[in-house]
């Protein structure tokens, strides 16, 4: 079985950037391009070659470094098709169903609309990981600045059907605040709670709270708990469709 090495590193104000490296092929990929030095100095670091940058969706702090890299290291950049028109340096555009070979792996691509019309996500089944961009956070879910809170859902719905055990890496470090917002919602929840003060504990040591793992956020956070009697009695909403009721959520996290 191949092996993916896999470095997360904070990028800008509260970006992520990952590498993922198999090495007995040679090929790593960038997740997103929030700041290409940042980017070519852990590259440096570890040795690694960029052979490949995965956007997730076309907005600046994720496509800032695109020409820079792809100028530094000739990496293929691969992203939405449906966004080809504003990620620079485009060479390949992908959608649902599409399959991207990187070495001993394969990645696929979700179609994730919601955040923006176009955002899609890499699941790489074999090394149990998928990179979701900023369509679910840690607690948290991404803004709806094109999309419908329905269409949202049913890309949150997709990330759902993983399996359990699939680590989750997101655009942004956005984790405190999710966890404040989310027991405004769900206060009663016990693995909340506890994981409320862990991420406060991790903060405090101006540490990482992602990755995250599916199976954690199916039971901390609210945007993937419409189904819940108690979050929709605390709204009000005990017989809405699950999409109102996520729709509800996020109106309510716009506010806070
Ligand atoms: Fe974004």
């Not at 070979?101 to 899609?120: A, S, W, Y």
């Not at 966890?179 to 693995?191: H, I, W």
Request: glycine fraction near 8%; include cysteine; proline fraction near 5%.
């Amino acid at each position: 079985m191949p092996k993916l090495d896999i470095e997360q590193f904070a990028c800008l104000y509260d970006n992520y950037a990952v590498l993922i490296h198999d090495e007995e092929a040679g090929v790593t990929a960038s997740i997103d391009a929030p700041d290409a030095d940042t980017i070519l100095e852990r590259l440096n670091a570890t040795g690694w070659r960029l052979t490949h940058l995965l956007i997730t969706h076309h907005h600046g702090d994720h496509t800032g470094g695109n020409l820079q890299l792809k100028e530094a290291t000739g990496c293929t950049i691969i992203g939405p098709r449906s966004e080809a028109d504003r990620i620079p340096g485009i060479d390949r555009g992908v959608g649902e169903g599409d399959s991207i070979p990187f070495g001993g792996f394969e990645i696929r691509v979700l179609d994730t609309p919601g955040h923006t019309v176009g955002h899609i996500a890499y699941w790489i089944p074999e090394a149990r990981v998928a990179f979701v961009g900023d369509t679910l956070f840690a607690m948290g879910a991404g803004r709806i600045f094109e999309g419908s809170a329905e269409m949202m859902w049913n890309s949150l719905k997709k990330i759902m059907e993983l399996p359990r055990d699939t680590e989750i890496y997101c655009g942004h470090e956005y984790t405190a605040a999710n966890a404040k917002f989310a027991l405004t919602v769900d206060p009663e929840n016990p693995a909340l709670q506890n994981r409320a003060k862990e991420v406060d504990q991790l903060r405090a040591k101006g540490k990482a709270t992602l990755p995250t793992r599916l199976d954690r956020e199916l039971e901390t956070n609210p945007f993937l708990r419409p189904h819940v009697s108690a979050i929709r009695a605390k709204l009000g909403m005990l017989h809405a469709p699950d999409w109102q009721v996520f729709a509800e959520i996020r109106e309510r996290k716009n506010k806070a």
